[in-house]
């Protein structure tokens, strides 16, 4: 069996809800569909968040690459040896992680269709039956994101994490009206997505501990690991890193400085299922904590529905698997009518991720949707 062709699918899906992150950063809704074909007739299928995210890079700079890795890497290989075909990816993509999240996800559905297992089969077998999520509320006017919170509250969500914005004062005020709206005793933490620096950072969260604040994510710039790491000094509220530690190196990196109390996994960022693997092991050994996170569509929802309930890992901090509804604009799973693909597989009800089916993702493609969100002036391409 060898790998016969790719294709590079772009799509514009609108955010129903906007996503907008402290830094002032928009996430967009410019995605691509990875798919990989083999002689055998097997598909398997990719897909992460939108490029502005990710590293400055855009859509078609991100196609160009995946391009020249499918015509140098992929064609003509056995896609089950996903170690040496992942193993040439990473090291040919320059750093461009979620480029290789979008292979991986596709060759690690395909390995699972052929040899018909769930994928997270292929990653030790299921270990969480139901998982309690954190719902991450977006930056917006106070009352907005209050209104936000509680919405997802009263949906069974047990957790909340708040985006509060670069301007402290704000930053005070969106947090006390959303601990206002759900009560003293859901726990409630700050993404401050870098915008601070150091000495502002810690002021702010210090201010906050009399709101109750369950933990602060990104109080200090990316590069600037020794200010994270004299916050941490300096605070009893744990700190968590996420955009200072994208990769393992630099996770490692900020284990070895005891920058951090616990990581932010965002799939698609770190570099998809393979990398996470390594990500998520290198955290448990240094006995701290993490949340695994995704944004995209129904397939990287599944991604980390899968990658979820294939990690044993402590519940005090809880995954962050929601986000599609931020493209969907509900509530539960079963609610979603318009995604690209046909199911959204890792339901979501009453604020709990139960376990996907299979085998690989067990999605399928909602070829209406896929012509329904095609790019516009993007064409696919077909490598053979």
């Known amino acids: 069996m060898k790998i ?38 097997y598909e398997g299928i990719g897909s992460s968040s939108g490029f502005v995210l990710a590293f400055g890079q855009t859509r078609e700079s991100a196609m160009a690459l995946m391009k020249d890795l499918a015509s140098e890497v992929l064609l003509g290989k056995d896609p089950l040896n996903t170690e040496a075909i992942l193993s040439q990816v990473e090291s040919m993509v320059g750093g461009n992680w979620p480029v290789l999240a979008h292979i991986d996800y596709a060759l690690y559905d395909l390995k699972g269709k052929i040899l018909n ?13 139901k998982i309690p999520l954190e719902w991450i509320v977006a930056v917006d006017e106070p009352k907005v994101q209050a209104e936000m919170a509680l919405k997802y509250v009263n949906a069974g969500f047990h957790s909340i994490k708040l985006h509060i914005g670069p301007d402290p004062k704000m930053a005070v005020n969106r947090f006390r009206t959303v601990r206002e709206a759900i009560g003293p005793n859901i726990p409630l933490a700050i993404d401050m997505a870098g915008a601070y620096v150091a000495p502002d950072a810690l002021r702010l ?15 200090a710039a990316p590069y600037d690991i ?29 284990i070895k400085r005891g920058a951090a ?17 390594k990500y998520t092991t290198l955290i448990e050994a240094a006995g701290l904590d993490y949340q ?16 979820a309930v294939s990690r044993s890992k402590k519940e005090r901090l809880l995954d962050e ?36 089916k299979g ?26």
């Open 4 to 41: 016969n062709q790719v294709e590079i699918i772009p799509l514009d899906i609108p955010y129903q809800m906007p996503f907008r992150v402290s830094s002032g950063a928009l996430v967009p809704g410019d995605f691509i569909v990875f798919k990989i074909l083999t002689d055998d007739g």
């Open 117 to 129: 297992v769930p994928v997270y089969q292929l990653l030790g077998g299921l270990c969480r039956e």
């Open 205 to 219: 969260i210090e201010e906050l501990i009399q709101y109750g604040i369950n933990f602060a994510e990104d109080p």
């Open 226 to 254: 020794e200010g994270l790491k004299a916050i941490k000094k300096k605070t009893n509220i744990p700190l968590a890193a996420d955009r200072s530690a994208i990769s393992v190196i630099e996770a490692y990196n900020v």
């Open 261 to 277: 109390d616990s990581f932010h996994v965002l799939l698609g960022r770190v570099g998809g299922i393979r990398r996470a693997l």
């Open 292 to 307: 695994i996170c995704t944004l995209g569509t129904g397939i990287e929802h599944a991604v980390g529905a899968h990658f």
């Open 321 to 356: 698997h929601g986000l599609i509804f931020y493209l969907h604009g509900t509530t539960e799973t079963k609610r979603i009518t318009s995604d690209v693909t046909k199911e959204i597989n890792g339901k979501i009800e009453k604020g709990y991720l139960y376990p996907p």
């Open 359 to 384: 085998p690989g993702l067990g999605v399928e493609l909602n070829e209406a949707m896929v012509k329904r969100y095609a790019a516009s002036g993007i064409n696919r391409i077909v490598v053979k």
